[in-house]
């Protein structure tokens, strides 16, 4: 074999290749598209962190206040809408709520319908910080993107889509709730 009769050969074409010889009976299918999926988010994975960290933060804080600008004015969430929107537990939020009130990015504020509740407040800053690291963010995964033309990217998210909404709403299919 040349190097070139597996020229466009990706990693997940090599190991389903040694597969289909230890296990010639199954059918590896899945692994073609599921195993592609995670090897492309390990790959883009270094650089998306890399550029939320140029902003001062970490993927988990752009997550909160990402949620946050994306809620429109005036750019507050009570924690259980943030915590159910990022599909967090209570305590994980808790600890990026802290680091990020320090950093001055959000705020804590009395809710003006009921007294006892808090809501997570984006401040000026934090709310620059979100679309600052939003824009840089997006730039980057575009030049993922550029081997692909419009028309295939439009394809290749089509599908995505159609594959992800059916999981979603058949837990069984995923592997459970989530």
């Known amino acids: 074999m040349t190097d070139g009769d597996h020229a466009d050969e990706d990693r997940v074409d090599r190991l389903g ?18 195993g592609r999926a ?9 650089s998306i ?5 140029g902003f001062g933060l970490d993927r988990g804080e752009f997550d909160v ?4 600008r994306r809620s ?34 959000i705020r804590r504020e009395k809710s003006p319908s009921d007294g006892r509740s808090l ?15 939003f824009r840089a963010d997006m730039a980057s995964e575009a030049r993922f993107l550029q081997g692909l033309n419009p028309e295939e990217r439009a394809a290749l998210a089509g599908l995505l889509r159609k594959l992800i909404a ?10 459970g709730p989530g």
Do not use: C
């Open 72 to 105: 429109g004015p005036p750019y507050r969430l009570t924690p259980t809408e943030l915590y159910t929107s990022l599909m967090i537990s209570s305590g994980g939020l808790t600890h990026r709520l802290v680091r990020l009130e320090k950093a001055g990015l």
């Open 65 to 68: 206040i990402g949620t946050l």
């Open 17 to 34: 290749r040694q597969w289909a010889r230890e296990l010639p009976d199954l059918d590896t299918e899945p692994m073609t598209i599921l």
């Open 49 to 53: 962190e890399a550029t939320f960290a």
């Open 119 to 133: 809501l997570v407040a984006l401040t000026e800053e934090g709310a620059a910080r979100a679309e600052a690291a």
């Open 166 to 175: 059916g999981l979603e709403r058949d837990p069984e299919r995923r592997g």
């Open 38 to 46: 995670y090897r492309l988010s390990n790959l883009v994975r270094p």
